[in-house]
């Protein structure tokens, strides 16, 4: 079942990200253009596109919308083993076991979905699971993972990650 559902996965992102860009792209008042920007000044971007061409585009106002990104791990990384939470679905094959730094949402949701499809599950964190959350919310969410075999490390400190 992993398998094919990284498969499916990867067709379906494939299959939405060219519907999205079509549907920007074709519409009049939308211009799309690939490329690297940097802030010329507090009106202006230059892009640079693939293919070395520059333009500057203006605007009164200019909205940042890159998507999210993974938090630095303030700790030395020197094992091949280690993804982030945008390369693990990358995965062909289904880990065994899978240790899971961090005990935030993102965390709990892969902790939950390679559980479903057979992975030993680990979450490992410094601080307790959903720390921000409240205490019966966390009970519950604890009580869920356990059902499913995931086993919860709070209050770990992490030096490094080494082969």
């Known amino acids: 079942y992993y398998t094919l559902s990284i498969e499916n996965k990867n067709k379906l992102i494939s299959a939405l990200n060219s519907k ?3 549907m920007l792209n074709d519409k ?3 211009d799309v253009i690939d490329g690297v920007g940097s802030f010329k000044d507090k009106n202006s971007v230059l892009v640079t596109t ?12 200019i909205i940042i919308n890159t ?6 791990a303030p700790f030395e990384i020197t094992n091949s083993n280690v993804f982030s939470s945008k390369t693990l679905l ?8 899978l240790v899971i730094i961090g005990s935030g949402f993102i965390g709990i949701e892969f902790a939950s979905m390679f559980a479903n499809f057979g992975s030993k599950v680990t979450i ?13 919310i966390t009970k519950s969410v ?15 400190e992490i030096e490094s990650l080494k082969d």
């Open 28 to 30: 009049e008042n939308i």
């Open 90 to 97: 990358d995965l062909k094959t289904m880990p065994k076991h």
């Open 50 to 61: 693939s293919n070395g061409e520059q333009k500057v585009v203006e605007g009164e106002f």
């Open 20 to 22: 999205n860009y079509a």
């Open 142 to 156: 604890k009580d869920a993972l356990n059902v499913q075999g995931i086993e919860i490390l709070e209050g770990c």
């Open 67 to 72: 998507g999210s990104k993974e938090a630095y």
């Open 124 to 136: 490992v964190g410094r601080s307790p699971l959903l720390k921000n959350e409240d205490e019966d």
